[in-house]
C-alpha cells in the first residue's frame, strides 16, 4: 500500500485553492468557486487523491479571537470550563479552539486563554461535506494568523508587543502579536491591487490597528508600536514612501524573498501575496491549535493507526528478510567450511595412501591382521597375576605355624582355550570357570611325636577356616591328614601305628576375577 501524501488547501471567502507540497516547493492542482459547480468539481479533486491527507488554512473574515482568564484547574474541570466559555463567547459555532497563554503571577495562579472560533458554520459546511462525501483524511483547519507566532520566531524578529501585516488574495490580514504569541487579528478587504493601493493600505490600516489596540487598552497611549510588514522587493519604494514612521508607529518592511529563504519555501513569490508563504509555514512549523473536532478527525486518526501497523509490518518483513539472508549467509558459510573440510580429508587420504604404499608387504592381508590384533587387546585386557591369591595363602599360613607349604598350582580361567581343554576332561566338574582363578596348595602338617589326630585336624580345620575369613575365596578340600570316612572311628592311638609321619594336605582355592 502506498503512503499517504500530504496536500495542502487554502480556502478564502471567494475560492478553495488545492496544492501539493514537497520539499518546500508547491504545486497549485485546482482553483475551485465557492459555488455549487466549485463545490463538485472540489469533491471530484478529492476522488482523484483518496491515499491523501489533507490540512486546510482558513483566511477569513468569520472569526474571532478572544483572551479569557480562568482559574486554576485541570483534567475534566478545565475542560467542561473551557467548552461552557466557548458556547458562551461563539454560539451555535462548530470550529472552536483554545490555546494556553500560560498562568499568572499571582497566589491565585489563573491561566489565560485564548478562545478562537471560524464562526460561519454555513460557509465551511459545503466544503467539509465534499471532504466527507470523498472519504478523504482531514489532518485539520488551521487559521492562518495562527501562524503569525511561527513567523516571528522563523524570522527572529523581537517578541514585544507588534503589529504583522500581510497580503493574502484580495485581503490584509493584520495581527497583534505580544510576547510571541498572537492576542487579535483582523481581515480587511483590498479594494485596490495595485502597489500604490497596497502601500496606502498598509498604512492606513496600521494607525486604525494601533488605535484601536489603545481603546481597548491592550497597548497604553502613545505607546510605540512596530509593524513588520511583508513585501515584494518589486513594491518595497512604494511601500517605504507611504508607510512613515510616526510617534506611535515604526514600520519594518521584511522582503517576501527573505522570508521564503528563511521559511524553506522554494517556490518564487511573484508579489506581495504570502498565501504559499503561509502554507509552506503550516507544513514544516504548524500552529498548536486548530479548529477540526474530533468526528472530522475521525478519518485521518484511522489513517494514522493504518499507516503505523503497515509500518510495523514493513518492519517486521524487513526484519524477517534480514535474517532469512543472515540464514543463508550461515548456511552459505557451513557450505563452504564443509567443502573445505572434505577437500582437506582428500587430501589427507591421498598422503595416508601414498605413505602406505611405501611399508613394506605384510604375510597377511589387513583384516586378519586386524583380528588378531583386536584378539591380542581381548587377551590382554583378560589377563591375570596371583599375587592377590598368593597374599591370601600366606595370611592363612601364617596363622598355623604347623602348616608347611609343599606346593601351589596355580591357574586362571579366562582363557578360551583352557576352557576347551578342560572340557574334554572327564574331571569336568574341577574345571576352573572362565572368570574366577583356582590355586590347589599342597602341604604338610608337622606336630610333634606326644601330638594325636584331634590337635591335627584342629590345625588343618584353622588353616581352612584362616582362607575362608575372606567371603571372596571359595575353599575346597581335596585330601585331609587323615582319611575320615562315615562310619570309621578315629582313635588317638592311631597316630602310633603311623610311626609319627607328617600329615600332607591338599586344598583348593577358587577366587572369582575382578573385571
Known sequence: MPMKTSRLLYLSTQNMSAYSWHSGELTCEGLFASTESGHKEFTAYLKQNPKSFFSILANVSEEGFHIETIPFLQGADRKTIITRKLGQLFFNAELTASLSLGYEKTKRKDERIMLAALTSNEFFSPWLKSIASAGVALSGIYSLPLLAPSLLRKLRLPEDKC????????????????????????????????????????????????????????????????????????????????????????????????CARITGLKTPLPDTHCEQLFLNLLTISPPR?????????????????????????????????????????????????????????????????????????????????????????????????????????????????????????????????????????????????NDSEAAVVRGTLRFASSANARQILGAFNRLVEALKANPKLHVDALQQPFDIESGKLLKGADTAHEDNKPRSFSLRITKRLES
Not at 222 to 244: R, V
Not at 297 to 319: P, Y
Open 163 to 258: 503589529l504583522l501585516l500581510t497580503v493574502q488574495d484580495q485581503s490584509i490580514r493584520q495581527s497583534y502579536l505580544d510576547k510571541g504569541e498572537l492576542y487579535f487579528s483582523r481581515l480587511t478587504p483590498l479594494h485596490n491591487s495595485s502597489i500604490s493601493g497596497i502601500a496606502q493600505a498598509f498604512a492606513a490600516e496600521a494607525l486604525k490597528l494601533q488605535q484601536y489596540l489603545t481603546s481597548q487598552r491592550l497597548i497604553g497611549r502613545n505607546q510605540p508600536i512596530t509593524a513588520h510588514i511583508l513585501a515584494h522587493s518589486g513594491a518595497l519604494k512604494a511601500i517605504q514612501n507611504s508607510c512613515i514612521n510616526t510617534a506611535t508607529v515604526h514600520y519594518n518592511i521584511i522582503k517576501v524573498e527573505d
Open 289 to 433: 491549535i486548530q479548529f477540526a473536532n474530533d468526528d472530522l478527525l475521525h478519518d485521518h486518526h484511522l489513517g494514522k493507526i493504518r499507516s503505523i501497523l503497515h509500518g510495523l509490518g514493513a518492519f517486521a518483513v524487513l526484519a524477517c528478510l534480514f535474517y532469512s539472508a543472515q540464514l543463508l549467509y550461515d548456511v552459505y558459510s557451513v557450505t563452504q567450511e564443509s567443502q573445505t573440510l572434505r577437500n582437506e580429508a582428500g587430501q589427507a587420504r591421498q598422503r595416508y595412501n601414498s605413505i602406505v604404499s611405501t611399508f613394506p608387504p605384510i604375510p597377511t592381508d589387513n583384516a586378519t591382521l586386524r583380528r588378531i590384533i583386536d584378539r591380542y587387546v581381548a587377551l590382554e585386557k583378560l589377563s591375570s597375576s596371583p599375587d592377590s591369591l598368593y597374599y591370601e595363602i600366606s595370611r592363612a599360613m601364617e596363622a598355623v605355624p604347623e602348616a608347611e607349604l609343599d606346593s601351589i598350582d596355580w591357574e586362571v580361567g579366562n582363557s578360551e582355550s583352557r576352557a576347551i581343554e578342560l572340557t574334554k576332561q572327564t574331571a569336568v566338574a574341577n574345571a576352573v570357570p
